[in-house]
């Protein structure tokens, strides 16, 4: 599957065969087919594999001992080279997988996704990098707010050069980032 994710990050779903895939991970077309059988579920189940890992880096982010503001920098550093790098295809075809399997855009990934960002802005509160005053419901309901709003067809198909920027205003505001400073409460 990491061959095969690779392949697809770089050259987009339709460029790459499955004797590609196959000589990328060292196995016989025959061993990816016993496997996967076609494919269309070989493909399926990278973007399970692909939503897996994202969830895995961005918890080993949220959960590691470094200062708020450098967990931030990290999640952003990793969108960034995330968008920069996902061939525009392979994309496409992540956000229709995501946006077609509720049961995973719905339960799973989000559930993970607004407890672990749930965890990341008490601490960014704790810290004095949050604004206290903002309520956990108001963060949780933006979060949901944005998660809905990219399943759109018409919007995802658009979002992707603007993930950084779209990133910042997530985490900073129309404001931008304060450096160095704690929001003190007056």
Excluded: C, W
Excluded at 55 to 65: A, I, K, L, M, P
Excluded at 92 to 101: F, G, I, P, R, V
Excluded at 109 to 122: E, R, T, V
């Amino acid at each position: 599957m990491e061959a095969a994710l690779s392949l697809f990050m770089e050259y987009g779903l339709q460029k790459v065969s499955i004797a590609e895939i196959a000589k990328n991970a060292n196995v016989s077309q025959v061993t990816i087919y016993n496997y996967f059988e076609s494919k269309h579920n070989l493909t399926h189940e990278v973007f399970l594999y692909y939503m897996d890992k994202a969830v895995r880096d961005f918890e080993q982010t949220v959960y590691s001992d470094k200062p708020f503001p450098e967990k931030i920098k990290e999640i952003m550093f990793r969108k960034k080279e995330v968008a920069r790098r996902i061939h525009e295809e392979f994309y496409q075809y992540l956000m229709k997988e995501y946006t077609a399997n509720e049961t995973i855009a719905e339960n799973d990934y989000m559930q993970n996704a607004l407890q672990h960002f749930d965890h990341l802005f008490q601490e960014g509160k704790e810290q004095g990098y949050v604004d206290p005053s903002l309520s956990h419901e108001a963060i949780i309901f933006y979060i949901k707010m944005l998660n809905e709003y990219i399943q759109k067809e018409e919007v995802y198909e658009k979002i992707l050069p603007l993930t950084e920027d779209i990133t910042k205003l997530f985490f900073y505001g129309i404001m931008g980032e304060k450096k160095h400073r704690k929001h003190t409460p007056e």
